[in-house]
């Protein structure tokens, strides 16, 4: 495996915990009225002002939905980027200088034979499975 094949889907995981980590964090609305997770409905905890404009129901839930959406376009956008970068198929160092004999996973598929063909280092620059 390379490197970029290790590290983007840890990346994109810390994305899409992030994603709902923020839809789980409770938020106020205006300084005012204090409002329940968006995941778990956005509910109004207190009263606004009488003298206010602010509708805590609605407030509250037009704010939740707006950051439940922040966070589905977060994590749509991380698996996008974390599957192009994949597709893209990225060579090992030790394979592009042409070390196929450096490539770190060969003893797997020696020790398991005809069945750890594809656990091999995949040498994808000539076209070459070791």
Do not use: Y
């Amino acid at each position: 495996m390379t490197r970029e094949q290790k590290l983007v889907p840890i990346g994109v995981l810390f994305v899409l915990a992030l994603a709902v980590v923020w839809g789980l964090i409770p938020f106020n609305f205006a300084n005012v009225v204090d409002c329940s997770a968006p995941l778990f409905g956005a509910e109004p905890q207190n009263e606004a002002p009488a003298t206010s404009f602010i509708n805590p129901e609605k407030d509250c839930l037009s704010k939740g939905k707006s950051r439940l959406s922040v966070s589905a376009v977060a994590a749509f956008l991380a698996a996008l980027a974390g599957t192009a970068v994949l597709a893209f198929k990225p060579i090992s160092a030790s394979c592009t200088a042409g070390n196929h004999e450096d490539c770190r996973e060969w003893w797997l598929a020696a020790a398991l034979g005809e069945a750890g063909a594809g656990l091999g280092c995949q040498c994808e620059c000539h076209d070459v499975v070791w």
